[in-house]
């Protein structure tokens, strides 16, 4: 995948992600502030508008740098931070590639996981956004070469992920200032990956139609 394609399958993506500001909205105000919503659905806005602005010469890279000071400009919060910094830790592990194969997005995705857990302290079972990353990272790795079934697959184990933590505690963030009250409530970072995943999957559905 090239920049040009990337862009087009993030403009795609984004959009039914920002769709979902309700939903997450609601769900961190049960156990947190209640602007999960704003900061994701902002974000992803963010991200598109910079999108317009990607010359026909930028690498992925370049797409993935923009896009982690886009959004973590739109709603400054401790998951814009996070988010970016796996952005670019991305964007740093893919150097000036001027194509992603499969093996760069593990890569990539690698490279977002080990930062986040580096700068929130976090690990898997900790009821954080890992435990739905981690186990997409899982299935890209063992995925058919079919990108439509490997998105499938890679949204079925991170919904398991944020399935099989919600009965748990949540240790780290906001989520973990209320203790056992965070118990029954899936955690808003990962539902957020989950999501857009799902939008992803989405657009990459769509694009294997019209071809």
């Given at each position: 995948m090239n920049s040009e394609k990337l862009v087009a399958l993030l403009k795609a993506a984004l959009p039914l992600l920002e769709s979902c500001r309700d939903e997450l909205r609601d769900l961190d105000a049960a156990i947190g502030d209640g602007d999960l919503g704003i900061t994701v659905a902002g974000g992803a806005a963010a991200v598109v508008r910079e999108l317009e602005q990607v010359g026909h010469f930028a690498t992925p890279a370049l797409v993935l740098r923009q896009a982690a000071g886009s959004f973590?400009?739109?709603?400054?919060?401790?998951?814009?931070?996070l988010v970016a910094g796996a952005l670019l830790a991305a964007a740093k592990r893919v150097v000036d590639a001027p194509e992603l194969d499969r093996s760069a997005a593990i890569d990539i995705l690698t490279a977002a996981i080990n930062r986040i857990a580096e700068r929130g302290k976090a690990l898997p079972g900790d009821?954080?956004?890992?435990?739905?990353?981690?186990?997409?990272?899982?299935?890209?790795?063992?995925a058919p070469a079919d990108p439509v079934?490997?998105?499938?697959?890679?949204?079925?184990?991170?919904?398991?992920?944020?399935?099989?933590?919600?009965?748990?505690?949540?240790?780290?963030?906001r989520a973990a200032w209320v203790g056992e009250r965070s118990i029954g409530h899936p955690d808003g970072g990962a539902t957020a990956y989950l999501r857009l995943l799902e939008a992803i999957a989405t657009a990459f559905a769509g694009a294997a139609q019209r071809h």
């Open positions: 973590a400009a739109a709603n400054p919060s401790t998951l814009s931070a009821k954080t956004i890992l435990d739905a990353m981690s186990p997409s990272l899982e299935a890209l790795a063992t079934q490997t998105m499938e697959l890679m949204v079925s184990a991170a919904r398991s992920g944020v399935e099989s933590t919600t009965a748990l505690i949540s240790r780290r963030g």
